[in-house]
């Protein structure tokens, strides 16, 4: 029997290396959808899972979307996935142009444009902090004076991810420096140029994410994760951490909110990872969703905890199959991500843990020599570890000793004449 080939929207990094792996040993044809550039760094590992790959030009959606489709008529195409943020929409659209399960390419755009996930939100009656869209100055004078924004508030980029060009704004001063801030930040294919910015109230609470499976319009929902970000102006995630037990009133609100979420961005087929705040009266509000699965090593903890082959579930999403989501496994896992307190260079790294009994997974991505900056987006993070087990204090427990052990030397940038640049630092996250 020939299997239906199986496409992927960009196909670097580990959650996509996972999901080609998986669908190549079930026998299936896998081709890659990538640039010229990307495709320059893939490594010959997953060069040799291949079946075939289409170069094109992620930043030109239509043209992108008429190229992959006549790729994917040609090579039997009958799966289309992706796991990267930024092309949630235009995988959307060719499973619409391919008729394979995906999401309504109609809605897909409020899950990756956060003036329009705005938009539909309030349509479907989802609860998000009261969010204002900035086209210019007076505009953002007027939002931050407006009191459903009031402080502190939260200036972000319409089309950002990981945290990048976010920053929580204490008072009006740092406000203009913020919506620059937001509006350098460029989505990984786009252009750039767009003045467009949002400013949202402030939700209060304590953070988590929803991590969601979605075929034929009905919603399982995997896993919800503790989310631990930075404080301060920027947040930068630090850790994850699943399954959280959320008393059951407050599971099944922030479950309604997340379906609704899910609705609103026309998620039919496929993953979704929906990012709450939980306040202190327990009520929720949805920070955003993306059509996707979660990044951050997020599938490799509920694989761990929880038993759930989630690469093997997309894949039977995505080929209209009974996907298998009940749990098999009842741990728990962390992950833990290192930073550096200061921008620099990298000059030594020691006590990384090795994979291992109750480790599964470690990545370093800082180059020995290469600069590292001061955490204000998920991009700077230097490296990561999962920790699993039974007992979630244990675990948590084992997950901040092995980081403890982690030694990191970096040589800050001298500032000025007579600055001192040996290596002087050792700063772990916390
Ligand atoms: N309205 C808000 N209230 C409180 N914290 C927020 C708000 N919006 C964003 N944050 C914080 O900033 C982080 C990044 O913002 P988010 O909107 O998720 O952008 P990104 O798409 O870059 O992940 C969130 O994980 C959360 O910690
Ligand atoms: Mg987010």
């Known amino acids: 029997m020939t299997r239906p080939g199986v496409m992927l929207l960009d196909a670097a990094g580990p959650e996509a290396g996972a999901l080609a792996t998986a669908a190549a040993a079930r026998g299936h044809q896998v081709h890659a959808a990538t640039t010229a550039a990307a495709y320059t760094g893939y490594g010959p590992e997953l060069k040799g899972l291949l079946a075939g790959h289409i170069v094109t030009d992620f930043a030109r959606p239509g043209r992108a979307l008429a190229e992959l489709a006549a790729y994917s008529r040609r090579w039997g195409v009958g799966a289309v996935l992706t796991v990267n943020e930024y092309l949630t929409e235009l995988a959307a659209h060719l499973c619409a142009e391919l008729g394979v399960p995906g999401n309504d390419p109609g809605r897909a755009h409020a899950a990756r444009d956060k003036a329009a996930m705005a938009q539909?939100?309030?349509?479907?009656?989802?609860?998000?902090p009261y969010t204002v869209l900035v086209r210019d100055d007076a505009g953002l004078r007027a939002a931050l004076a407006d009191p459903r924004v009031g402080f502190p508030c939260v200036i972000k980029p319409i089309a950002g991810a990981g945290s990048a060009g976010v920053t929580v704004v204490s008072g009006p001063d740092g406000a203009a420096e913020a919506a620059d801030a937001a509006r350098t930040v460029v989505g990984m294919y786009a252009g750039g140029g767009d003045p467009r910015v949002?400013?949202?109230?402030?939700?209060?609470?304590t953070e988590y994410s929803v991590e969601s499976l979605t075929q034929d319009g009905a919603t399982t929902h995997l896993a919800v994760t503790r989310k631990q970000v930075t404080d301060g102006a920027s947040r930068v995630e630090t850790r994850h951490?699943?399954?959280?037990?959320?008393?059951?009133?407050?599971?099944?609100?922030?479950y309604r909110q997340v379906e609704a979420a899910?609705?609103?961005?026309?998620?039919?087929?496929?993953?979704s990872h929906t990012e709450v705040i939980?306040?202190?009266?327990?009520?929720?509000?949805?920070?955003e969703i993306g059509a996707r699965l979660a990044a951050g090593q997020i599938g490799v903890l509920i694989q761990h905890a929880l038993g759930i082959d989630v690469w093997a579930a997309l894949l039977d999403v995505a080929l209209g199959r009974p996907a298998a989501l009940a749990p098999t496994a009842r741990g728990y896992a962390t992950v833990r991500f290192v930073t550096s307190?200061?921008?620099?260079?990298?000059?030594?790294?020691?006590?990384?843990?090795?994979?291992?009994?109750?480790?599964?997974?470690v990545r370093w991505r800082a180059a020995i020599g290469g600069p590292v900056h001061e955490p204000d987006a998920n991009g700077h993070r230097l490296g990561s570890f999962v920790v699993t087990g039974a007992d979630a204090?244990?675990?948590?427990?084992?997950?901040?000793?092995?980081?403890?052990?982690?030694?990191i030397h970096v040589e800050p940038h001298p500032n000025g004449p007579g600055q001192v640049s040996e290596a002087s630092t050792s700063a772990i996250a916390p």
């Open 120 to 128: 539909a939100f309030a349509a479907a009656g989802v609860r998000m």
């Open 198 to 205: 949002l400013v949202q109230a402030y939700a209060a609470g």
């Open 241 to 254: 951490s699943l399954p959280v037990r959320l008393p059951p009133a407050i599971e099944a609100a922030v």
């Open 262 to 271: 899910i609705r609103a961005a026309g998620i039919r087929h496929g993953a």
């Open 278 to 287: 939980v306040g202190g009266d327990g009520r929720c509000a949805v920070i």
């Open 341 to 361: 307190s200061c921008a620099g260079r990298l000059t030594s790294l020691s006590g990384l843990p090795s994979v291992g009994p109750g480790v599964p997974f």
């Open 393 to 407: 204090a244990e675990v948590e427990e084992r997950a901040d000793a092995l980081l403890r052990q982690i030694r």
